[in-house]
Structure formats: structure tokens, C-alpha cells
């Protein structure tokens, strides 16, 4: 029993489990602006998702797919996806390449305009931690295969308008059009964080220009350059 003029000790809740719901509404305000905040259990939760994947974008979509499943994620003109569509799909997609053999040691090429294809392939590789190469739309069949060359890539996804570029690189294919086969014909299983996120090559304008230049017939396509010279820093 308290005597006279005691103060009442409240019991409160732990100072680092504030600190991380508000950091995890902070974040959900940033990057699902447009939905309601939502309770804050599903904050945490989400937040501690996040930080499973580390600095890999794919924990936005696997978090988005936690907290605001039915909000837009995504729209171009042909199709539109919500946030727990594209973390389900991307999911899936990225199972039926690991059933392929492609994993955080690949090397996966996109070769897409800026369609839903696009994200869906971009995101799908992060989850699987493989390395993500960026070519250039304006590429000729000839650049392509040059850069799928000498970046060692493993899978190469292209647009529907680029399959002629596409052709004749001497890897797997994917037309962004059958994405939706990886999907219906996923194996049943989870997709794991990877162990480290994975590296992402942006082609300078200068790589690009080598590139055309080693593509050329004639004496400059014989010169050879070691694996790896034109990667870019890892992001």
C-alpha cells in the first residue's frame, strides 16, 4: 500500500520498442504513401522484415505485400499490380529460375522497357541475391551479345519489342510475356533473404560505346578484355 503523496509508478512499455515502431511508421509513410498507416504490430513486423533483407530492395516488396497488400504497387498501360501481387509473383518467379539453376552466384541480364515486366524481373532477381546486369534498349543484337559475353550472364530477359536483340546470345531466354508461365509453373517453397544483397551494373555511356566498337567486325572485335572490366561498382 502507497502511503501519502507516493508517486504512482506506471508501468511503459520499452523504450526501444517505441523507437522502432516509429522508425517503422517513418518508413511506412515513405514508401506507401498513398495507404493508411497501418496498426502497429504490422509495423514491426514489417520493419523486422525489412531488415532481414538488409539494403535489398526486395524487402520494400515483401513488406509492402505484409503491410498494404491490396494498394498499387505498380501500373503501366497494359496491366497494374498491387503490393501483395507483386511480392506473390516475384516470389514465384524468383523459385522457377532457382528450379532453372539461377541463384546468388548467376548473373541475370535485363533487357526491358519500362513496363511491370520490368519491376517483376528486377525484383525477383534481388530475391534471389543474383548479380543484375542493365543493358542498354538501343543495343544491337551484336552490343547485346557483347555485353552478355563479357558480363558472364546466365539468364537474359528481354522485352517483347527486343526479342531480335535478344536472339543469338547463346544463354536462356525469357520473353517478358512468359513471365506468367514462371508463375503458374512455380515449385511449391519459400524464398529465403539471400546471404548478401546483390550487385547491380549500370552501363556507362563509355562501356556502351566500347561495346558498339567491339561489336564491329574487323580487327577491333579480336581484342580481347578480361571478365568483369566493365562492372561497375556494386551498388
Known sequence: MRSKGQATVRPSRPRWLWRA?????????????????????????????IGRWRASPAGVVV?????????????????????GALDRRTDAIARSWRAMGIDEHSSIGLLLLNRVAFLEAMFAAHKLGAEIVFLNTAFAGPQVAEVVASHEINLLVHDRDLADAAAGTGVPLVDERRLDDAVIGAPEGTVPPPARPSRVVVLTSAQARRAARRAQPGPA??????????????S
Not at 42 to 48: I, N, P, V
Not at 63 to 83: H, K, M, Y
Not at 221 to 234: K, N, V
Open 21 to 49: 515502431y516509429h522508425r517503422a511508421e517513418t518508413l511506412s509513410s515513405v514508401l506507401f504513401a498513398s495507404a493508411p498507416v497501418p496498426a502497429p504490430g504490422r509495423l514491426l513486423r514489417s520493419a523486422r522484415e
Open 63 to 83: 513488406a509492402g505485400g505484409r503491410l498494404v497488400p491490396e494498394s498499387l504497387a505498380v501500373r503501366d498501360d497494359d496491366r497494374s499490380l498491387t503490393f
Open 221 to 234: 572485335a579480336t581484342r580481347s578484355t578480361p571478365p568483369g572490366s566493365w562492372r561497375a561498382c556494386p
